[in-house]
């Protein structure tokens, strides 16, 4: 696919994988036209100033290196912060008292109508997603806005589509098979191998094959799978599909051990929740920014620990994030819903208000963290691929943030202030 940024030679890769920007520093001039080359986006982009040759070192005080992009294909694409930062759109509902987090402005609202209007169009004629008494919840979802503000630098609605229609299979079979529409954790493994084999094909026997074929067919989650990953398979490299592939996997198995722990009526201590919860979170969304963005960020430093700590703090917060706007929510659904102030009250012994406000000290250590290695990480390996896909992961924490934060129907928060 087309790729808005010039492609490394493949014989530096390998080099700039274990060494970062080693082979970058030696030729500051090269790295400056090809910075600028990477942020090309829609027209009437402003062009990047040439970067200092000289990289610094990341330290605490470091201003928001990866500060997610403020509008589309503007302010977003500097390497650095503007002296002062863009007022936001006014938006709808309240952020958390005391959570760490980045306003940012309304999402393009031509873009956020029309990804509404395509994906209500795809989860109906396509793969009759829901029935109509479900048709309420579906629009209050919001995905069209959730997705437009978590990638504003998509270059086309093609590629927000991508995001989007994963996204809500992704929503049908949390709902389907573990939450609110049915679900459940008694036989939930048998129920995520059957569907994620819509994402990782089977391969059998010319006998048996026509009856997996038919089973992707069988009920919505696995139809929204199958047809969400085709039209993903068919813009992301192979490299970009089975990292997808990957991620999900991690997804599923966050999903058995919830169950299993609703199945035995545990409660976890608290560092065994955050660990569910860093395989059962966002992370599939975060981890393709680059094909939402047009763009490929190479498997081998995709693959860099140091990336893959980035991408799991980001994972993280934005999953704390969401336990903590969907509190009232769960404790008014039946049963009981664990998320990170149920199980600091339940295992450290603390009122529910001190559980919730401890929680948001958790999700701040966890911002503030993925914001330090984010930033070591962009100052160690300049390389615009890098550069690029880390201020896209930075851009999905804002902008997932601020869909929690208006989602005022689905959302409010507890009276603890």
Same mark, same amino acid.
């Given at each position: ?36 080359? =990477?942020?090309?986006?829609?027209? !009437? +982009? %402003? ?7 000289? *990289? /610094?070192? &990341? ?27 863009? =007022?936001?759109?006014?938006?709808? !509902? +309240? %952020? ?7 306003? *940012? /402005?309304? &999402? ?266 984010a930033a070591a990480l962009a100052a160690d390996c300049p390389v615009p691929s890098v550069q690029r896909f880390l201020r896209g992961v930075a851009a999905w924490v804002d902008g997932n943030h601020h869909w929690h934060q208006t989602n005022t129907y689905r959302y409010s928060l507890p009276d603890f202030w």
């Open positions: 696919m087309p790729a808005p940024e010039p492609t490394l030679p493949q014989s530096s890769l390998p080099e700039a994988a274990a060494h970062f920007g080693a082979y970058v520093l030696a030729d500051a001039a090269a790295r400056a036209r090809d910075i600028t080359a =990477a942020t090309g986006g829609p027209p !009437g +982009t %402003p062009a990047l100033p040439a970067p200092s040759a000289e *990289v /610094p070192a &990341p330290s605490a005080g470091l201003d928001r290196v990866l500060r997610g992009p403020t509008g589309l294909g503007t302010a977003g694409l500097r390497l650095t912060l503007p002296e002062e930062p863009q =007022a936001p759109a006014a938006a709808q !509902g +309240t %952020p958390i008292p005391g959570l760490y987090h980045h306003p *940012v /402005p309304e &999402p393009d609202p031509v873009r956020v109508e029309e990804v509404s209007r395509r994906i209500k169009s795809w989860a109906l004629d396509e793969v009759s997603l829901y029935p109509d008494d479900w048709e309420e919840e579906f629009d209050g979802f919001s995905v069209g806005r959730y997705m437009v503000g978590c990638h504003p630098d998509a270059p086309t609605i093609d590629h927000l589509m991508l995001a989007t229609r994963l996204m809500v299979a992704e929503n049908a079979v949390d709902d389907c098979y573990c939450e609110d529409h049915g679900g459940s954790p008694i036989g939930l493994g048998e129920r995520l191998l059957l569907a994620h084999t819509a994402l990782d094909p089977l391969h059998t026997t010319r006998e048996y094959q026509p009856e997996w074929a038919k089973s992707l067919h069988s009920d919505a989650p696995r139809r929204a799978y199958r047809s969400a990953m085709e039209y993903f398979a068919q813009t992301a490299s192979a490299s970009q599909t089975d990292r997808f592939r990957h991620d999900m996997a991690r997804l599923h198995m966050g999903y058995l051990a919830e169950a299993a722990w609703a199945q035995q009526d545990h409660v976890p201590e608290v560092w065994e929740y955050l660990a569910m919860r860093q395989f059962n979170n966002f992370r599939p969304c975060p981890t393709i920014t680059d094909t939402v963005g047009g763009y490929e960020l190479p498997a081998d430093l995709h693959a860099q620990p140091a990336m893959q700590k980035v991408i799991a703090l980001a994972g993280n917060a934005t999953t704390i994030v969401n336990d903590l706007y969907s509190y009232t929510k769960e404790l008014d659904a039946p049963g009981r819903h664990l998320n990170l102030p149920v199980v600091i009250a339940e295992r450290e012994g603390l009122s529910d208000r001190d559980a919730y406000l401890k929680s948001v000290e958790v999700h701040n250590d966890l911002m503030h963290d993925f914001e330090t290695e």
